[in-house]
């Protein structure tokens, strides 16, 4: 090392994980349907290099108009100076943006740790695939973030929901936190995001990922319900109390105090937190902020609720868990089936026109 040369800052968090490798010298697969889900991957692959990075994004056209924000639509906020609207609502949405990413990093972790541990080498080829999509989204949505200049750091309880994940001895458990729980999550924020937007970069980046977690979302159930099936039920209460763990992370997370990325989304809009907090009160009570926009969806009760429940991760305990959590155990798949991937991809290619 010169004199000159400085460390660079250590960006990186490591830590030891459980997960058991596992060869298997049976090239095939138990699980017929994976073979469609692979060539599908394979047919869909996609390069964020080619989408058009030189669109100009105009400062005074916001990434989420106003009229399409839940915030926006609160009387607090509008009483707010036209400056600290505009900064508040790009702040806000590079906030949310920089969760895509972080979010997205965990993903790649999560696919490349189950290509390691699954035994079905059927779906060893699958993750794989997985994990060079996650790499191309954190790739995409790395640039995005870059080129909007505005960076956030993880919000704290998507942090530790995916590091719970990553963390544990057993493959089936990684698939639940992140293609049942956390996939669910981002399929229904990136549906909402691209029909919240119409700034055409992003609007093409979230289209593509959208294609490919929808993808994600269906290996969780074409891999886990046979699985799921064939165990004793003991391990299958085992994982049924795993499924409501996360959960419970994510919606307490999402119930916690402002963490501290947002305060400072409020500090440089000149917004106090509490009278923040109390305008969000006076919008809930006023029903503003609770019902969602049409075509909004609601990723716990529209996607991840049905997904554990059709891969039989709801127990009769865990039922009553749910339950006493406040968290409705919702067994409608009606949007879960129109936005995963059955047939083709083509399905959330025609979003405009789907029925949820
Ligand atoms: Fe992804
Ligand atoms: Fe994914």
Same mark, same amino acid.
């Given at each position: 090392?010169?004199?000159?040369?400085?460390?660079?800052?250590?960006?990186?968090?490591?830590? #030891?994980?459980?997960?058991?490798?596992?060869?298997?010298?049976?090239?095939? &697969?138990?699980?017929?349907?994976?073979?469609?889900?692979?060539?599908?991957?394979?047919?869909?692959?996609?390069?964020? &290099?080619?989408?058009?990075?030189?669109?100009?994004?105009?400062?005074?056209?916001?990434?989420?108009?106003?009229?399409? &924000?839940?915030?926006?639509?609160?009387?607090?906020?509008?009483?707010?100076?036209?400056?600290?609207?505009?900064?508040?609502?790009?702040?806000?949405?590079?906030?949310?943006?920089?969760?895509?990413?972080?979010?997205?990093?965990?993903?790649?972790?999560?696919?490349?740790?189950?290509?390691?541990?699954?035994?079905?080498?059927?779906?060893?080829?699958?993750?794989?695939?997985?994990?060079?999509?996650?790499?191309?989204?954190?790739?995409?949505?790395?640039?995005?973030?870059?080129?909007?200049?505005?960076?956030?750091?993880?919000?704290?309880?998507?942090?530790?929901?995916? #590091?719970?994940?990553?963390?544990?001895?057993?493959?089936?458990?990684?698939?639940?936190?992140?293609?049942?729980?956390?996939?669910?999550?981002?399929?229904?924020?990136?549906?909402?995001?691209?029909?919240?937007?119409?700034?055409?970069?992003?609007?093409?980046?979230?289209?593509?990922?959208?294609?490919?977690?929808?993808?994600?979302?269906?290996?969780?159930?074409?891999?886990?319900?046979?699985?799921?099936?064939?165990?004793?039920?003991? #391990?299958?209460?085992?994982?049924?109390?795993?499924?409501?763990?996360?959960?419970?992370?994510?919606?307490?997370?999402?119930?916690?105090?402002?963490?501290?990325?947002?305060?400072?989304?409020?500090?440089?809009?000149?917004?106090?937190?509490?009278?923040?907090?109390?305008?969000?009160?006076?919008?809930?009570?006023?029903?503003?902020?609770?019902?969602?926009?049409?075509?909004?969806?609601?990723?716990?009760? #529209?996607?991840?609720?049905?997904?554990?429940?059709?891969?039989?991760?709801?127990?009769?305990?865990?039922?009553?868990?749910?339950?006493?959590?406040?968290?409705?155990?919702?067994?409608?798949?009606?949007?879960?089936?129109?936005?995963?991937?059955?047939?083709?991809?083509?399905?959330?290619?025609?979003?405009?026109?789907?029925?949820?």
């Amino acid at each position: 090392m010169t004199a000159k040369a400085q460390a660079l800052p250590d960006t990186s968090h490591t830590y #030891d994980t459980l997960m058991k490798v596992s060869w298997n010298f049976d090239y095939g &697969s138990q699980i017929a349907k994976l073979d469609d889900l692979y060539e599908r991957a394979k047919d869909n692959q996609w390069n964020a &290099s080619e989408l058009a990075w030189d669109t100009p994004i105009d400062p005074s056209n916001p990434i989420i108009a106003q009229e399409h &924000s839940q915030y926006g639509r609160m009387p607090f906020f509008q009483k707010l100076s036209r400056a600290q609207q505009e900064t508040f609502m790009a702040h806000s949405t590079a906030q949310m943006l920089s969760q895509f990413l972080h979010g997205e990093q965990g993903a790649l972790l999560t696919a490349a740790t189950i290509a390691h541990g699954v035994p079905d080498v059927k779906a060893k080829y699958y993750a794989a695939t997985q994990t060079v999509d996650e790499a191309r989204h954190v790739e995409a949505y790395d640039r995005y973030v870059n080129k909007i200049a505005i960076h956030y750091p993880m919000v704290p309880w998507l942090k530790q929901l995916i #590091d719970v994940t990553l963390q544990t001895n057993n493959y089936c458990k990684v698939m639940i936190g992140m293609n049942m729980i956390v996939e669910g999550l981002a399929l229904g924020a990136f549906n909402n995001m691209y029909r919240q937007t119409e700034e055409p970069l992003l609007k093409a980046i979230t289209f593509n990922v959208m294609r490919d977690e929808s993808r994600h979302v269906s290996f969780g159930h074409v891999y886990l319900t046979p699985t799921i099936a064939a165990l004793h039920a003991d #391990d299958r209460e085992d994982l049924a109390q795993f499924a409501f763990d996360g959960v419970k992370i994510l919606m307490e997370g999402q119930a916690a105090p402002m963490d501290a990325g947002f305060l400072k989304v409020l500090e440089v809009s000149g917004i106090d937190a509490e009278d923040f907090v109390a305008g969000m009160k006076e919008a809930e009570a006023l029903g503003i902020t609770r019902d969602l926009p049409p075509g909004q969806i609601h990723s716990v009760k #529209d996607l991840m609720m049905p997904a554990l429940v059709r891969a039989g991760l709801i127990t009769p305990r865990t039922k009553a868990m749910f339950e006493a959590a406040g968290i409705p155990v919702n067994a409608d798949l009606t949007v879960l089936e129109a936005m995963e991937d059955k047939k083709s991809d083509m399905n959330v290619l025609n979003a405009e026109q789907a029925a949820y």
